[in-house]
């Protein structure tokens, strides 16, 4: 089984440019109403879909309110994708910190609103 997580936002290339330039995502396919990115490695994939579009079904055209969503993405070198991130001028909405359960991360936001926590986590 595999899961693929998908937004519906209007802001396909603003969303495109964002995933690609600061975290290194891929494009896995595209055309004029989604895109599906893939992470560094090809581990794992996020699609972006037109909202109203007809070719969906109603259950998939209602666009994203921009809360109550996030996604973690687990990487080797916390403190190193930090600095870079920080070097591009993305806003970091929490600042690098470890947790008392092990998690060393940070967090940002993307076009869409969707938190993504970046970690790196260390059993306790």
Same mark, same amino acid.
């Given at each position: 089984?595999?899961?693929n997580?998908g937004?519906? $936002?209007?802001?396909?290339?603003? $969303?495109?440019?964002?995933? $690609?330039?600061?975290?290194?995502?891929?494009? $896995?396919?595209?055309?004029?109403f989604?895109i599906?990115l893939?992470?560094?490695?090809?581990?794992s994939?996020?699609?972006f879909?037109?909202?109203?579009h007809?070719?969906?079904?109603?259950l998939?055209?209602?666009?994203?309110?921009?809360?109550?969503? =996030?996604?973690?993405?687990? &990487?080797?070198?916390v403190? +190193?994708? =930090?600095?870079? *991130?920080?070097? +591009?001028g /993305?806003p *970091?909405k929490?600042?690098?910190?470890?947790?008392?359960?092990?998690d060393?991360?940070?967090?940002?936001?993307?076009?869409?609103? &969707?938190?993504?926590? *970046? /970690? +790196? =986590?260390t059993?306790?």
């Amino acid at each position: 089984m595999k899961l693929n997580a998908g937004i519906i $936002t209007e802001k396909l290339g603003e $969303t495109k440019k964002f995933y $690609t330039e600061n975290l290194n995502f891929g494009v $896995t396919f595209e055309n004029d109403f989604f895109i599906l990115l893939h992470t560094p490695g090809h581990e794992s994939e996020i699609s972006f879909l037109l909202p109203e579009h007809p070719s969906q079904q109603p259950l998939f055209q209602q666009p994203f309110k921009g809360e109550g969503v =996030y996604i973690t993405i687990e &990487v080797e070198d916390v403190d +190193k994708l =930090y600095e870079e *991130i920080k070097n +591009k001028g /993305v806003p *970091i909405k929490i600042e690098l910190r470890d947790e008392p359960w092990g998690d060393r991360h940070f967090a940002i936001i993307d076009p869409n609103g &969707v938190g993504i926590d *970046i /970690v +790196k =986590y260390t059993a306790k």
